[in-house]
């Protein structure tokens, strides 16, 4: 379990976590010469035998919320610091608000200091604070009144944290392994140290890594949690990693430890809802900048919103990050003011990897059921969502990512993506239209060439062979010799078979002397020859012996028995062939090349034989 705290400025955040963990949290000497807190603190907290818990110390100044942000990103509960001798105080009010867009669960009211006020005043004090918290989204326990002075409550909440702790449902070992980084440095022996929160997933000693954004590979040299050295890491507890291959100029707060063989991708565009504080100045319009906290990632932002969020009002968008982040479905994260900086809203991630362009937003987009979100981002991804990536997009464990897709009816797996099943069904209505229309204007053809039909779709080639497939299995066109036909479909020519026989006519007329396709065109006043001798051709009674010439059945079998009379008394040679037929070399090379292809005759140098004597 995370624990964090939060709450304003001197109110004793720091030395309670000293009291409760015997661990002094000021780090630097900064800190210690102005005696606040100006960056994140960590201590474990021993609660039980074998029970330890993290306690990360965030900053109350005003200065560093964006600090604050960073270390309340990923804890399992709050401990929100009010000072009894002050109460709820402006930055209490503001850290409440982190807390509540991050999506706290759980939170406990401390009222530090109780040393220094009377009992009825105490009293008081946490009338006020449970009244004000009651409305919170966060669930509050009832507000406990310490002192780290005197000791007084510290072992009182030392049991309600233990009892919280035992309750807490742990984190999926199998989901994906994520660090968001909020700490580097360099130790001697180890080299370049990574430590965060482990938000999801494990990862162990030498297993690969990826940094992103930076896109940085190295390898898992250590692994250390609470002080001890640990072969596998655990999720949600406080981590250091020692990283071999990543320099440690590299690494800073808002990187992001993944393992590399998931689909985490850095983003420079999300899709989000946002819930805008009611206190904000001002609504969120087209392109307002805002200050975009997620993990430990701070980074400058332009919002797209569907329509304006007003004030107290929550809306979808697009935002536009200035500098990139790595985002998983149902992430929270903060929105801070550009100037003056200031919370003034937060929300969830919709899609980390949108589409480009921002029109389908299909409704249950926003949806808090996975697998309403997943229809919708099937429906916002028509080319498909790779099968690696459904955990991210969906944020949830691949396991449970599996078998959601698997049992919607609406989504089928073409290779490694899911895609909508009406994508499918579009498609190949798209492919039988095409069909059709081919048939249309080139109907004495037999059919189109697969290669056109598959270009005319215009789609990623898994989807168009996967459309295909089902076509031709369901019996609704059929595919030979690299073409393409509606099943049932037959080709004709204008004017019938007596056509065709006028055609074939005139090559019979020029026998071992045919006329090219261009020249039979002029000759018969047809500009559908080249269909027609097809189709003639898939009958038998011509074939094309060179691109733009065909000859007739009878003209090639007599061609066939003069080379089998000369090959059985010797050599074929082609001036023998050419005076015995009466035909020029024009017509001659061809046809001796036709009868190679055709395996009736094998050339040796200048001669040929008959392939089988």
């Not at 509540?100 to 040393?115: F, M, N, Q």
Request: charged share 25%; glycine share 10%.
């Amino acid at each position: 379990m995370i624990i964090g705290t939060a709450g304003h400025i001197d109110h004793g955040k720091s030395a309670l976590v000293t009291a409760l963990t015997g661990r002094s949290m000021d780090r630097l000497a900064e800190e210690r010469r102005r005696g606040i807190t100006i960056d994140l603190n960590f201590a474990p907290l021993q609660l039980g035998p074998n029970l330890v818990a993290g306690v990360v110390d965030v900053p109350g100044h005003e200065d560093f919320v964006r600090t604050m942000v960073a270390g309340a990103s990923g804890i399992d509960l709050a401990l929100l610091v009010i000072a009894a001798d002050e109460g709820i105080m402006p930055q209490t009010v503001e850290h409440l608000a982190v807390l509540e867009h991050l999506g706290v669960r759980a939170a406990i009211p401390v009222l530090t200091k109780a040393d220094l006020v009377e009992s009825e005043w105490l009293e008081l004090v946490a009338a006020e604070v449970g009244q004000r918290l009651a409305g919170s989204p966060v669930a509050f326990e009832a507000p406990i009144a310490v002192s780290a002075k005197t000791g007084q409550g510290i072992e009182e909440l030392r049991a309600r944290l233990a009892a919280r702790a035992a309750e807490l449902p742990g984190r999926s070992a199998a989901d994906l392994f994520r660090l968001p980084v909020d700490r580097a440095f360099s130790v001697a022996g180890v080299g370049t140290v990574a430590t965060g929160t482990a938000w999801s997933g494990r990862i162990a000693l030498g297993d690969p890594v990826l940094l992103l954004p930076q896109g940085r590979m190295g390898r898992v040299r250590s692994i250390e949690s609470y002080g001890c050295s640990l072969e596998r890491s655990e999720p949600g507890a406080r981590t250091a990693l020692g990283l071999a291959g990543i320099d440690r100029t590299d690494v800073h707060r808002g990187s992001v430890v993944v393992s590399p063989d998931s689909a985490w991708l850095p983003a420079s565009a999300v899709d989000v809802e946002i819930v805008l504080q009611s206190d904000a100045p001002r609504p969120l319009v087209n392109r307002t900048r805002v200050r975009f906290h997620l993990g430990t990632a701070e980074v400058m932002a332009r919002v797209l919103p569907r329509a304006p969020i007003e004030p107290g009002g929550r809306g979808i968008a697009r935002l536009r990050l200035e500098d990139p982040v790595v985002a998983r479905g149902e992430d929270r994260f903060v929105l801070r003011s550009y100037s003056p900086v200031t919370t003034i809203g937060g929300g969830r991630v919709l899609d980390p990897q949108p589409p480009r362009r921002r029109n389908v937003w299909p409704v249950d987009l926003a949806s808090p059921r996975p697998a309403e979100r997943f229809r919708a981002l099937l429906a916002r991804h028509p080319a498909g969502m790779p099968v690696a990536a459904l955990p991210v997009l969906l944020g949830i464990a691949r396991a449970e990512a599996a078998d959601l897709a698997s049992h919607e009816a609406s989504a089928r797996r073409v290779g490694e993506q899911w895609v909508q099943v009406g994508v499918l069904e579009a498609l190949a209505g798209r492919a039988l239209e095409t069909l059709k229309a081919y048939h249309r204007s080139q109907m004495s053809e037999r059919g189109m060439p697969l290669e056109t039909l598959r270009r005319s779709l215009k789609a990623p080639d898994p989807l168009v062979e996967t459309v295909l497939t089902d076509l031709a299995t369901s019996g609704r066109i059929r595919s030979f010799e690299g073409l393409t036909a509606l099943a049932g479909f037959a080709p004709r020519v204008a004017g019938g078979e007596e056509e065709i026989d006028r055609i074939i006519g005139l090559l019979e007329a020029a026998h071992l002397s045919p006329p090219t396709l261009a020249e039979l065109q002029r000759q018969s006043g047809r500009t559908d020859v080249g269909a027609v001798l097809r189709l003639a051709a898939a009958s038998g009674r011509v074939e094309a012996v060179e691109r733009n010439r065909y000859y007739t059945r009878d003209a090639l079998d007599q061609f066939t028995r003069v080379l089998v009379e000369l090959g059985r008394a010797g050599d074929i040679v082609p001036a023998a062939v050419r005076d015995r037929l009466g035909i020029s070399r024009k017509y001659l090379i061809p046809l001796l090349e036709w009868a190679d292809n055709r395996g009736i005759t094998v050339r040796v140098g200048d001669v040929r034989h008959l392939r089988h004597a």
